[in-house]
């Protein structure tokens, strides 16, 4: 880059230009139980279905907004307590512009939510001290008081400090017989020691008929390549 | 601090020391069914990539990056599910996180 400013790390790593977005913060609250999910659910861990565990009673939780409130390009990040497992769907109405993402987790407290956009321009700041950095546009791509996202790191890591997740995923429906459409879904387990990506199957099944599951009830195909990353979030200052 | 920059704040001073920021390098709008991009300033050692459906679908595509040839592709699924299921308009971000 020929003008402009850059930021290095203390490791010596490149995090931040005065040309590339970052991740605001627009928004973050709080899901509580909805209800207990009474039925048997399958979890296949392998795509060839050569075995699978089976969760029972799982609390849900429901995250609703609808389109507009929610954008596209709108990241919501979830909190993941040490040795808790979270499965995230989401599914919409495309003519209702009604979406809602449901979590499956172990907690049965409730669950923080932070959401975040790739912005290329930050609102201007209000306070006339602090540092702006603008880009070649003159927009302002960072401001001490801006909330963004200030420390990311990979999807899995050995920290136990890093505890909020945005995670996606590649994932197929197959058929079945209940209304299983419009799901995306990716599994993410803690532990105390690390973060751990399940490309997991997910899928419903009746105990009285999992020699069928195939086919007659829904399931999800997934390949492994869950992506995202994690984030360090201060929920106090955020 | 021995090098860097800090700024006060109303919530407290902020460095650079153990900033952290993921950077976009990369913000690709994928408008087909199957397909595949360059992406040269991408390195899968130092970030990743996340998948926005733009055009919201049922199923999503399979991506795969080759790190030597710097190319995302995208795919349907083995599986025999239809063209409908999934979306021709999509986003993938690059991110590097170091």
């Known amino acids: 880059m020929t003008y402009g400013a850059q930021i290095t790390n203390g490791n010596g790593d490149l995090v931040f230009t005065t040309e590339e977005p970052v991740f605001e913060v627009i928004g973050k609250g709080t899901v509580s139980l909805d209800f207990v999910f009474n039925a048997s659910v399958g979890i296949w861990p392998d795509p060839d279905y050569s075995s699978y565990s089976v969760e029972r009673n799982l609390p849900v939780y429901r995250n609703q907004n609808s389109i507009g409130d929610w954008d596209d390009d709108v990241l919501t990040l979830y909190e993941v307590n040490s040795g808790d497992r979270v499965y995230k769907w989401e599914s919409r109405n495309n003519s209702t512009g009604y979406r809602q993402q449901l979590l499956w987790s172990h907690n049965t407290g409730s669950v923080r939510y932070v959401q975040v956009r790739l912005a290329s321009s930050l609102p201007a700041p209000s306070t006339n001290y602090g540092m702006v950095f603008y880009n070649e546009s003159g927009a302002v791509t960072w401001s001490d008081s801006s909330k963004v996202l200030d420390n990311v790191l990979p999807l899995s890591i050995t920290s136990t400090t890093n505890r909020w997740f945005y995670w996606s995923g590649t994932v197929a429906r197959t058929g079945g017989t209940l209304s299983c459409g419009n799901f995306r879904v990716r599994g993410i387990r803690g532990s105390t020691s690390s973060f751990i990506k399940e490309a997991s199957d997910i899928g419903f099944l009746s105990p009285a008929n999992s020699s069928n599951r195939d086919t007659r009830y829904c399931g999800l195909t997934f390949d492994r390549s869950t992506h995202g990353f994690s984030a360090n979030i201060d929920w106090n200052s955020v | ?98």
Do not use: C
Not at chain 2, 75 to 83: E, I, L, R, T, V
């Open chain 2, 1 to 98: 601090m021995s090098y860097g920059f800090e700024v006060l704040t109303s919530a407290g001073v902020k460095n650079t020391f153990g900033l952290n920021t993921a950077r976009a390098v990369r913000i690709y709008n994928a408008t087909t069914l199957s397909g595949s991009a360059s992406i040269p300033e991408f390195n899968s050692n130092n970030g990743d990539y996340i998948f926005l459906m733009v055009t919201y679908a049922v199923n999503q595509q399979v991506l795969v990056w080759n790190n030597t040839t710097k190319t995302i592709s995208w795919s349907k699924h083995s599986n025999s599910f239809p063209d409908s299921g999934y979306s021709s308009n999509f986003s993938i971000i690059f991110f590097h996180y170091k």
